[in-house]
């Protein structure tokens, strides 16, 4: 959801010592920050502290108050990522044919479900330029084969950078990205599978689970890692299915819980919920 | 889930103030505890605050630290529920006929779910007598009829009172308590209605929903007050029914529903996760 | 979904008595029809029985095989209505300014899960004339004021009767529709309410359910009939909510339940898999 | 649910031919019996016709009818399992030291919701042999070790057939049962698997979905097979997650999960609900 008074977000993690909680309140209340949400966790096996702090702060220069954050956090040996939640951030969908991620995505942040601005899209095919542009969105079309695939995401990469783009979306985009690709993409991207991973990773997962005969059927939100399908999970659902469906049926079933896994786990991002750790998240839902 | 460690915990609320997270985790701080579990809310319509925090205390006397911390609530003007997790309250159940969450409180309880002794079961009915023998928890027979309903209420007070009880779980006991008694008894007492409420409060839900034909059929755990089956609600949920089911399948798939909802309800409580406001809760879970 | 061969549907009814199943079945294979679906239900209590069947009829009339099928049916002393799968039925959207059931129903519709053709968006605003024009959809403004009220329902339902809808859906249609205009239209209508009906019926569901403090949040699909919001309901579905969730956050949430509650019982509908009996329904899914 | 009145299931299957809806219920009809549930289901990829059929048969020799019934099926090429609801199957339990299936199967039975004679417990421990007393049920310790493992599946073998055995459930059962003696069982092994199948198979799940990072953990009941986790499923479900749970956590709420899911599975075994064909299963639920 949009914040409607400019916050300061900082997502913290780093070794657990006695007196973390106190001291980051502390320093927030002595600068004249009104905290508004606070939240942490422990993990107590692996003796690490994890925590979403929000802020009002006292002074307008919040640039100044953000990097005053970040210095404190150093001192206290903590990593911080620190966001100023009235500034929007950019992001990029890439789609193949399939639309319904595509739609629900665009429909949500049309509904001010999303803090920040699509600023385009990106597709190995042309078939939903028309739709794209009825939303007012650039639409790019970069095809991919075997042989063009490395040109091809180096375009990927180039117009990235230039839509200067602070994340990007996979609305089933229907081509692995490479490893180089990822390594060298230096900003998160989220994908959308269908099915409740690590079940039925890979290909055609519907059909995987229609020959196994599963009676639920899932889809999950990661961040995408250079292993397919093996990244940090955010979201994941599932929905009753029977003998009575086929493959078809959970294509059909299954594109509404995709939509609604992939909107949660983006709405979390874009509110800067999530902090990963290893293959896992914390979600400071 | 039972605590290993004594920590203190402590359920706040109070007028929302500015710097009121970073107050309390300094105070804690300061008398060298460590928070190991903090959970607030901002009621920002109404303008309060709510909190749970939990820590370890460095002083081994936590008698003491109880007092210190209730005394410092009060100068901040906040409401304090201080417990020590260590301490185990006692539990009196209270049971007509029907059996299944009375089963599922007590294997909860042997399974080390709930952090109580369960002191007694009390019942209109003499049936459990002998099951309730085998787990070997007394079992007490105060009969009800519409004449004797002032008397034997009083008796059940008295015993409540005998029993030292901290909490009375009413396990599908079949007689609605007077206002009076809610009034005289001092203690929470946690009901379990058999449907989604407020939809089908009072007598029969489950012929009740049948009759409306819905689709859903709901379970409530709340705290019983003066008005029935208005109480605040700690937790609800729901299972798919069809018009194939008719009343009797109704009662056989809610009695499942029914267990869960209320165990789920009782370790919060248990755990001192539940803050009361109004006729609401807020759980910190 | 939509049916590739052409096959008849029947939804019978009617005083249930011995070998039914049986004499249904034998009259569509004596004529050479292939069964594909079956499915009856039996209300002990009511003494009613329900069927649906579909079959691939031998006879390439199938408007003569309808007949017949209606004829026995008469015959059983069954009430039956047939259906042509083939035969694609017209629905017109009510709406207001709220558009995501709106745009959920249109883009379901678009990637084929309705079996009809969308043949107006009738609305007391013209907020959703460019969007709706953008999807191809005719869109009548017809404005209602309490004075007008009785003329606008006039118009509404001359303009159904010239677009010959087979089917309303009120995709949050804000204005109460009357008993007379629901007297008069003759053809299902279809309405999502924001509740787990029947809590929650009338205005402002979702302020009551925050007011209430529940555990869960509803939307209910139903049958519009005269008295508000009591009509046979076809799907409902919850989602959880918490103490942190305002009025505006419940808003939010409900309306994608909303959206899937509505698609699923819509499509129910077209796949005429819905019987109404009182005011209840048998839905064979 | 326990059936009153004696009837007939018939559980069918073979290659799908047109017409055989009809034929079954004819001949049921001709020969004066009344059917009260018909439900059947075409694979139509694979050209198989399955169906459940229950009837109230004229003829008081229920035995007589059967009889009729299976020759019947044999004369139109189908498969088919029958039985009279009226005789009571006998169970056998197998646990080990974990008793939460264990006793939830238990009270389901004495809550009449399973139609069948618990006639006995095997335990690789003694742990349980008191509670099994309790509840009236013969209990029977075949320890096992990695030597004897041999020798005490032959005793168990011996153990099951003196029981008369038609089912066995395997109530968390810690050892892995081995091929051969799954062959020569010759009656149905449901099993509980505490995740969601085919995600974490084999040993420790809930640590493998622990260090997985997923957001729901599952559970899923299943007819032992030759391949460890693999068999048929006939029920899945799962719950929600985070990272706020650790393994032990994970083991505390799957307990219930797991409970709920095999119950239902063994309920609907046990009212002939179930069909395996290949490694899956239909239920007519």
């Known amino acids: 959801m949009i914040n409607k008074a400019p916050t300061i977000v900082a997502l913290l993690s780093g070794r657990d010592i006695p007196g973390l909680v106190s001291r980051v309140s502390s320093h927030i209340s002595e600068r004249g920050g009104n905290i508004i949400h606070a939240d942490q966790h422990h993990d107590q096996e692996a003796g690490i502290f994890f925590q979403r702090i929000e802020w009002i702060p006292q002074n307008v220069d919040i640039a100044a108050e953000e990097e005053a954050f970040r210095q404190f956090a150093s001192e206290i040996g903590m990593s911080a990522k620190v966001a100023n939640s009235a500034k929007r951030v950019k992001m990029v969908i890439m789609v193949s044919k399939m639309d319904h991620c595509f739609h629900d995505l ?162 979390w991002h874009l509110d800067n919920r999530i902090l990963v750790y290893g293959n896992k998240t914390v979600v400071f839902d």
């Open 106 to 267: 665009i429909l949500r942040w049309k509904a001010e479900e999303f803090n920040c601005d699509i600023v385009g899209v990106i597709s190995n095919h042309g078939d939903l330029q028309e739709t794209s542009a009825s939303y007012g969105i650039p639409y790019h079309v970069i095809p991919v084969t075997r042989e063009t695939k490395e040109a091809a995401e180096k375009k990927q990469l180039e117009l990235l950078r230039e839509l200067k783009a602070d994340i990007v979306v996979l609305a089933r985009y229907m081509q692995v990205l490479s490893g180089p690709f990822l390594k060298a993409i230096e900003i998160p991207v989220i994908n959308i599978h269908h099915s409740f991973l690590p079940a039925f990773a890979g290909g055609r997962p519907y059909h995987q689970a229609y020959s196994r005969g599963v009676k639920l059927t899932g889809a999950t939100a990661h961040y995408a890692t250079e292993v397919l399908d093996d990244g940090p999970i955010i979201n994941q659902d599932v929905i009753r299915i029977s003998h009575r469906h086929n493959v078809k049926d959970l294509i059909r079933k299954g594109r509404h819980l995709e939509k609604t896994v992939l909107g949660q786990a983006v709405s």
